[in-house]
């Protein structure tokens, strides 16, 4: 385990700063800045309506914003959301959605590159309200269509042995669980295989379930005690945040990365860290132990704190990203654990950083603003030299792979100049 801890505090060092751009929300005005790493304000969004996470900056320079709604389905809701809102780089708003159906939307949400929006939400079932993840497609100005749901109750069982499923008697053992917020799951992501990653507050554990089916747990990590393979000491994660799975071809690919908030009663100030954790080859367990690992493979921290929210992600150069709600700090670290760039700003829920070249145009592979032959042929080139390119600009269809139909994609876009 590399455990990076840092007592003192280190000046700013900008040769290691990852060339990019940080997006954040700050209340209680709801302003939502895009800065530069001199501080610039690169863009800013006035949407007047509370957020219930933190909003998601697309390729095509959209705003995507999950926000709550006005006369909620369920109440209380913890983070209540219901709204989603997508405006275009000058705040026009050209998409206004609000969740109408038994399904109280809350936290976090994720856009895919299908054009779809994955978003945790709460059904109510005679008083007992557990998690559900919705996939919703856009339609049309204001409306949608959930397209897939994924129901926790589906995955409950009174087997407390059975690592799969949501045992049901959880709340029996565990006070922090009511009938009333079974889950509280509050961050949902997609990896690079298509699975879901979600992070649970109230179970103090992450998961991982299969996208767009009807599968049971696929892993699980954070307390084992949640499934009978372990006690209260084998616990590791304490209100978790913010659950990702690092880019596969980025340092550490393939880990999964979170903010481990070790939440203490109001009032009081702990210590939270960033984690990364290596799941097991195709998520192996064995037949008595836990899910592995043992421990983590990254720890950092940095006298940080956050009882609620905040996130941790890493960064194409290999830094970490990590925001902290309570003092509103955005922390890059160094692999090294130098803390290389800072920012701090009132009220964010937890922010994220996004590459320079995000924002141009998939598939302009010599950044010159213009997809052209010239594209084409460094493409070309790409393909014959084994993929040796900036795969996140030559990847036209984002499919993680540059091959023949991304040049196909490129000759389309040309004959549609």
């Known amino acids: 385990m590399i455990i990076v801890k840092i007592l003192l505090f280190v000046s700013i060092s900008f040769a290691e700063v990852f060339d990019g751009y940080t997006l954040y929300t700050v209340g209680p005005t709801y302003e939502t800045f895009l800065i530069d790493n001199d501080y610039n304000v690169v863009n800013s969004w006035s949407i007047d309506v509370k957020p219930a996470s933190m909003p998601y900056l697309m390729p ?231 899910f592995g690992p043992s421990e983590p493979s990254v720890v950092i921290e940095d006298n940080f704190y956050s009882p609620k929210q905040s996130g941790a992600y890493k960064l194409k150069n290999g830094n970490t990203f990590v925001s902290v709600s309570l003092s509103g700090r955005m922390i890059e670290f160094s692999p090294e654990g130098e803390i290389v760039w800072e920012h701090q700003a009132n009220g964010i829920f937890r922010s994220q950083k996004y590459g320079r070249n995000y924002l141009v145009a998939l598939g302009d592979a010599n950044l010159d603003g213009i997809i052209n032959i010239l594209d084409v042929i460094l493409v070309t080139n790409c393909i014959i030299n084994d993929g040796a390119c900036d795969l996140e600009i030559i990847d036209a269809n984002k499919d993680h792979v540059v091959d023949i139909l991304d040049i196909v994609i490129l000759i389309n876009k040309i004959l549609s100049y």
């Open 60 to 290: 095509d320079s959209t705003l995507i914003y999950p926000c709550r709604q006005d006369n909620l389905v369920l109440s209380p809701t913890a983070a209540a959301g219901g709204r989603i809102i997508r405006c275009d780089w000058d705040g026009n708003v050209i998409w206004d959605w609000t969740c109408s159906s038994q399904y109280q939307l809350h936290h976090d949400i994720e856009p895919t590159d299908d054009g779809t929006i994955l978003a945790i939400a709460q059904e109510d079932i005679d008083g007992f309200r557990p998690d559900v993840v919705l996939e919703i497609l856009p339609v049309g100005s204001d409306d949608a269509e959930i397209v897939w749901t994924w129901r926790v109750f589906d995955h409950m069982s009174n087997d407390l042995y059975n690592p799969y499923t949501f045992y049901s008697e959880v709340g029996l053992e565990t006070p922090s669980i009511s009938d009333s917020d079974w889950n509280h799951f509050n961050a949902i992501s997609l990896n690079d295989s298509n699975e879901i990653l979600l992070c649970s507050r109230n179970w103090n554990e992450i998961y991982v379930i299969g996208r767009g089916g009807d599968s049971d747990i696929l892993y699980r990590w954070g307390n084992p005690f949640n499934y009978g393979r372990g006690d209260r000491s084998d616990q590791i994660l304490n209100a978790p945040h913010g659950v990702n799975q690092i880019r596969d071809n980025f340092l550490g690919g393939g880990n999964i990365i979170l903010f481990n908030n070790n939440a203490l009663p109001q009032g009081q100030i702990g210590s939270s860290q960033a984690l990364e954790i290596t799941p097991p080859s195709n998520y192996e367990i064995d037949s008595s132990e836990p």
